[in-house]
């Protein structure tokens, strides 16, 4: 294997991990463009409390009242990816830690991996089918602290994120959020 072809697999194992990490950071946002972005046009995402195409998978994760959108915010934290790269499919087996708060006193956690596998496309690396393997989920109770002046995160464009800075908006203000 030559110098170029193993710069060739790592560009491609690279571009797969921030595939993963986007679709995580646009479900986190209710960022349905974003996560319809991060799959296939022919795609299928299986949840197992979620089972459908990438349409339905924003929908769901968008417009859930009773579930998903109902939750002040969904944190996901990514852990070790491995990506088989065989030419132009992939498989990838990639851990993850999840929060969402379920009620004021409850919040809702999971710990698992996503098994994907990937196409290249003329746009890049896609999901083509997702499975999600959980190893452990279930409900711990909660106390919100009282806010200490940081920034905080939103479920939708008003997320710090959104809001490239280059320097802080307030610099003579005693905490972030004035």
Not at 23 to 33: C, K, N, S, T
Not at 123 to 133: A, E, N
Request: net charge negative; glycine share 8%.
């Amino acid at each position: 294997m030559t110098a170029t072809l193993d710069l060739a697999l790592l560009a491609d194992k690279m571009e797969l991990t921030e595939l993963v990490a986007k679709l995580e950071r646009a479900v986190d946002r209710m960022d349905r463009d974003g996560i319809l972005a991060c799959y296939s046009e022919k795609s299928f995402d299986d949840h197992g409390r979620f089972r459908g195409s990438r349409e339905e998978f924003a929908e769901f994760i968008c417009n859930n009242p009773g579930f998903t959108s109902a939750s002040s915010f969904i944190y996901h934290l990514m852990g070790q990816s491995i990506f088989d790269v065989e030419g132009d499919e992939a498989y990838g087996e990639s851990y993850f830690a999840y929060w969402m708060q379920t009620a004021e006193d409850r919040l809702y956690q999971s710990i698992g991996r996503y098994l994907d596998y990937f196409q290249r496309t003329e746009d890049g690396w896609k999901i083509t089918y997702r499975r999600v393997v959980m190893e452990w989920d279930g409900t711990v109770p909660c106390q919100n602290a009282v806010p200490g002046g940081h920034f905080r995160g939103t479920r939708d464009q008003n997320d710090p994120l959104y809001k490239r800075l280059k320097w802080p908006e307030n610099p003579e203000t005693a905490t972030s959020i004035g």
